[in-house]
């Protein structure tokens, strides 16, 4: 399943010289956690709710000034298994969508990709719950203790995984 079928499309954005008040009205009455800050319309960082900096800087700062880099960014054509193994290993809730040239095309968040796994068929669910294992594996064995235990779920997960996908 490529991630273009599932992304959010119509994305609110704010340009670099966008006042942090302004910025900070969006994200709260949007219920956002990020904005996408672009210049002609190529993706040029992110504002985030989380960053301590956005809520302590004055309301009249430029977005500039305050905007993280985008580190993990998607193509339209990627899979949504890749994105997912992103948003695990960087411990986000959203990707940028962007083109080869650096285009903000859409955002994918992780409400996106659960509502993938729900509409899509079980093959592909299976396969990305399987790549979803596999990118948090260690995690995973930690959350149930690390012991003999969860060494032999994990075998009888992958297992299972073998055995029902195509």
Not at 50 to 63: E, F, Q
């Amino acid at each position: 399943m490529k991630i273009r079928d599932q992304m959010t499309r119509d994305v609110v954005t704010v340009t670099p010289q966008t006042p942090l008040g302004e910025a900070r009205s969006l994200l709260e009455e949007g219920h956002l956690r990020c904005l996408p800050v672009v210049t002609a319309g190529r993706l040029t960082g992110l504002v985030l709710q989380s960053d301590p900096r956005v809520s302590a800087a004055p309301p009249h700062t430029p977005v500039q000034d305050v905007m993280a880099p985008a580190t993990a960014t998607v193509g339209p054509q990627s899979r949504i298994e890749r994105a997912a193994r992103l948003m695990l290993q960087h411990d986000i809730r959203g990707l940028p969508v962007v083109d080869q040239d650096g285009m903000l095309l859409g955002v994918l968040t992780a409400s996106d990709l659960l509502r993938a796994m729900v509409h899509s068929p079980r093959e592909h669910l299976v396969l990305s719950l399987d790549a979803a294992a596999r990118a948090v594996g260690p995690r995973f064995r930690l959350f149930l203790g690390g012991g003999p235990q969860s060494a032999t779920l994990m075998r009888r997960y992958s297992a299972w995984v073998r055995h029902h996908t195509p």
